[in-house]
């Protein structure tokens, strides 16, 4: 069963870039789509976006601008960049795993996997 | 994007307990969501997906059901290990978009 770790500072300065980075264990990363997303404190869980296996990415409109998210096959980890980062940003943040199923009609998909979250404060 | 409205925010019941949660969809989704459980500083567990299909190794007494705009997720049986809080994903487009979670709690 694969299992996910997210790393990276647990303070960053307004304005500053965040960037952290999920390690994956017990699996390959060399299928399937690698999502990002967070809680801010009170609030309900936003979804950042997705890496697919194939090096496509898509993100949430709401942080698109600001947003990358990157693959490194060769050490099974994926990576989150959100640069300008305000106090909005605080939050809790996950790496996960996304896989389809197929089916007749097509595919379902399901969150399956998750790391446990790292807690990263924006403040001077 | 989908807003999912899920209810209610909290319930206190009683080991033994059957609870219902509720997610609504601003759309209609098909059958895709999910229903996952998380606890304080551990990682989400997936419970259902595709509104009704228990992930492998989820116990029977968690069930599933819904399509189109409203889903509910039922705990027949209310174990001490699953008070918790539950929250609806839906997978049917991008950006996913969550439920505010449920917060379920010792009577």
């Known amino acids: 069963q694969a299992q996910l770790q997210e790393s990276g500072p647990g303070l960053v300065k307004p304005s500053e870039t965040l960037s952290l980075t999920c390690s994956v264990s017990?699996?390959?990363?060399?299928?399937?789509?690698w999502i990002w997303i967070r809680q801010p404190p009170g609030k309900a869980l936003e979804w950042i976006g997705f890496?697919?296996?194939?090096?496509?990415?898509h993100y949430n409109p709401s942080l698109r601008s600001r947003v990358t998210i990157s693959l490194d096959t060769s050490r099974t980890q994926f990576s989150l960049k959100l640069s300008s980062v305000t106090a909005a940003d605080t939050a809790v943040y996950f790496c996960a795993r996304e896989r389809a199923v197929e089916y007749h009609l097509g595919y379902h998909y399901y969150t399956d996997v998750w790391g446990k979250g790292t807690t990263v404060t924006v403040s001077s | 994007a989908i807003q999912m409205t899920q209810s209610p925010s909290s319930l206190s019941a009683s080991v033994g307990d059957r609870v219902t949660i509720t997610c609504r969809a601003s759309q209609g989704i098909s059958i895709d969501l999910g229903w996952y459980q998380q606890k304080p500083g551990e990682a989400p567990k997936l419970l259902i997906y595709a509104a009704s299909t228990l992930h492998s190794g989820v116990p029977s007494r968690f069930s599933g059901s819904g399509s189109g705009t409203v889903f509910s997720l039922t705990i027949s049986g209310l174990q001490p290990e699953d008070f918790a809080t539950y929250f609806c994903?839906?997978?049917?487009?991008?950006?996913?978009?969550f439920g505010q979670g449920t917060k379920v709690e010792i009577k």
């Open positions: 994903l839906q997978d049917y487009v991008y950006p996913r978009t």
């Open positions: 890496i697919h296996y194939s090096g496509s990415t």
């Open positions: 017990g699996g390959s990363i060399s299928s399937d789509y």
